[in-house]
């Protein structure tokens, strides 16, 4: 059974960071490719950042330059280092596991509970 558990949101204040981290468990994690993904309040779930099974990445517009996402197959722990944080970066972050190696495509079909990020003064 494939379980995600994101961990390390917060509140924090305009240009602070964060880093989130996300536990896999039920696949095998080195050879899929994972995303992170954020809805924020009264919308849709949007992709922030995708990373392939052998480290290809990519990053939504909004995000790139401030965000970085990596993993450790060691771990079976993926994460997202969130820096220059900005209000419109509010919402709950949810990470994804894909049956291929890539960040797209069917995935297993299960979210974690996500984890709050509060960007706020």
């Known amino acids: 059974q494939v379980q995600l558990v994101e961990s390390g949101g917060g509140l924090v204040q305009p240009g602070g960071s964060l880093r989130l981290s996300c536990e896999a468990s039920?696949?095998?994690?080195?050879?899929?490719?994972m995303s992170w993904n954020r809805q924020a309040p009264g919308m849709g779930r949007e992709l922030v950042a995708g990373?392939?099974?052998?480290?290809?990445?990519t990053y939504a517009k909004s995000v790139k330059g401030r965000f970085t996402i990596s993993r450790d197959n060691t771990k079976n722990t993926m994460y997202l280092q969130m820096n220059d944080l900005k209000p419109e970066d509010t919402g709950v972050y949810y990470c994804?596991?894909?049956?291929?190696?890539?960040?797209?495509?069917?995935?297993?079909?299960?979210w974690g509970q996500g984890t709050q990020v509060t960007v706020s003064s």
């Open positions: 994804k596991a894909y049956r291929g190696r890539y960040w797209w495509g069917e995935d297993f079909g299960s």
């Open positions: 990373i392939g099974s052998t480290g290809t990445t």
């Open positions: 039920g696949f095998t994690f080195s050879t899929s490719g």
